[in-house]
């Protein structure tokens, strides 16, 4: 076989020149097609993105039934938070994504606050008012695990609200540490005060002019932070990312609800300029929050775009329908600057001068879209991902280990793996036989790996290589194929 093979080939006349020209100009267009695809950074928009995922097949509440936060599908959320950290980081699988966004080191602690203004106490939360929603935080969970974090250091708060019973049931891992000023009857719930006023974790208010604002403990505590913001109005003002650190901290000389002549509310009793020095400004300037913020989840499954307090409503720019929407940044005021235009494209205008106080402090990039049709920002990176994720979830059916591996269905590995079965493996008998012994044995696999996290690690290296292969035998045409086999048994002659 070998001989035949050297005689197809020893009588090509193959110049060294022209050999290497071929090679060169076959590695430059690969090259070329790489970079095309993923340009150095030197060309890449910097300025701060903003990704939104919508699905609305996310809730399917009638308004009638029960409560709204009954009639969340967790399994659509996982994947809208999925496509979001992708999306945002540029990554194509869950676990680099937050590795990119959470530079995590083992024994560090991640606390994400969430913004509990309508629970009453430990054991309300039966009712339909704006509160975060468990599913969120688990999506949120299951990626931190994903990438090393253990359940006891993932500490959810609201410092100034007591978390509810009905939110942290909702919560599926069982170590979760919750923390408040508030003690509720839970062994992982823990009441936390704020720092004192000499405090070096304090710092200086702009207005009211030198007034100290002191941070909850937990917060000096915590090595990263994710802050989760609800799609909601304040009434005449937004309460987007950078309100929701209002409960965040306390003050030397001034009550909590005496501080909201600082920012909006009460007509502007404190005589400051509120576009340039703002309280939630210099709240969200303190260290331990600007400095340790690594991502904004801007949750709005639900949202209220008139007022706070009220029950969920559903959106006319949505189509008569909840949100069904998740927002993703690293930038508190970006993020806050879309979400805020959704809400005015809802109801009309909004006061938002804390976001020209945030910008002029540096803590983020303020713009506005130059209409609601187009979404188009000059300062703002902002992608709007718009997906069925029931159609998604269909495609991706039953390739069990390889999602429970990878941790989404929407990872790239999945996707080719998936269309492997369905081009290749599905047009045949063989493969169909295959593939349905495949479907009976591999649901408790994935069950178990969900659970343990060292053999989910394992597997996932083990299907990188089955991923490379699958991808060869989609994308590349079979004569490539061949040809590359036979590369080894031929020997071309150089004409010097």
């Not at 935080?137 to 695990?145: R, S």
């Not at 501080?259 to 509310?265: G, K, W």
């Not at 989404?408 to 996707?415: I, N």
Request: net charge negative.
């Amino acid at each position: 076989m070998k001989d035949k093979i050297d005689s197809l080939f020893k009588n090509v006349p193959l110049s060294r020149r022209a050999f290497l020209k071929y090679t060169g100009t076959t590695t430059g267009l690969y090259l070329a097609g790489h970079w095309l695809k993923s340009p150095p950074s030197i060309l890449a928009d910097n300025r701060p993105r903003v990704v939104s995922v919508h699905d609305s097949d996310a809730t399917n509440w009638d308004y009638v039934t029960g409560y709204h936060w009954e009639y969340v599908d967790q399994d659509i959320v996982n994947n809208m938070m999925a496509q979001g950290v992708m999306a945002l980081t540029g990554e194509t699988n869950t676990v680099d994504a937050w590795k990119a966004l959470i530079p995590y080191q083992p024994g560090e602690s991640v606390l994400i606050k969430f913004n509990f203004n309508n629970s009453g106490g430990c054991g309300s939360g039966n009712d339909n008012n704006i509160d975060p929603l468990a599913e969120t935080a688990n999506a949120i969970i299951d990626g931190l695990t994903s990438i090393g974090v253990s359940g006891d250091k993932i500490w959810i708060t609201d410092p100034s609200r007591k978390i509810s019973d009905r939110f942290r049931n909702g919560v599926t891992n069982p170590n979760i540490q919750y923390y408040s000023r508030w003690a509720c009857n839970d062994p992982n719930y823990h009441s936390v005060d704020y720092v004192d006023p000499s405090s070096p974790d304090a710092s200086t208010a702009t207005c009211p002019a030198g007034e100290k604002i002191l941070p909850s403990q937990v917060f000096v505590d915590a090595d990263h932070l994710i802050n989760v913001p609800i799609l909601k109005s304040h009434g005449r003002y937004v309460t987007l990312a950078l309100k929701n650190h209002y409960g965040s901290v306390l003050y030397e000389n001034y009550d909590r609800s005496s501080m909201h002549a600082f920012f909006n509310q009460g007509g502007n009793s404190a005589g400051c300029d509120l576009n340039n020095t703002n309280i939630l400004a210099d709240i969200n300037n303190n260290p331990h929050i600007r400095d340790k913020t690594r991502l904004i989840v801007g949750e709005g499954l639900y949202g209220n775009a008139h007022t706070n307090w009220q029950d969920t409503e559903r959106w006319n720019i949505f189509g008569n329908d909840d949100p069904n929407i998740l927002f993703f940044s690293t930038d508190p005021v970006a993020i806050s600057s879309v979400m805020t235009d959704y809400i005015m494209a809802e109801r009309g205008w909004q006061d938002h001068q804390q976001l020209h106080a945030a910008d002029n402090l540096n803590l983020g990039v303020h713009d506005h879209w130059d209409s609601f049709e187009t979404k188009q920002y000059s300062l703002i990176n902002y992608t709007l991902v718009t997906v069925s994720q029931k159609d998604e979830m269909k495609a991706v059916a039953h390739v069990f280990i390889a999602t429970a591996a990878f941790g989404s269905s929407m990872d790239y590995h999945v996707k080719v793996l998936c269309g492997f079965r369905d081009k290749r493996l599905q047009s045949n008998r063989i493969g169909r036989g295959l593939v349905n012994i495949y479907y009976k044995l591999s649901p408790p696999v994935a069950e178990y790996l969900r659970r343990h996290r060292t053999a989910r690690v394992a597997v996932r290296y083990a299907l990188i290589p089955i991923t490379g292969a699958a991808y060869l035998a989609l994308y590349v045409h079979p004569l490539i194929l061949l040809l590359w086999f036979l590369l080894p048994f031929v020997r071309i002659n150089f004409v010097l």
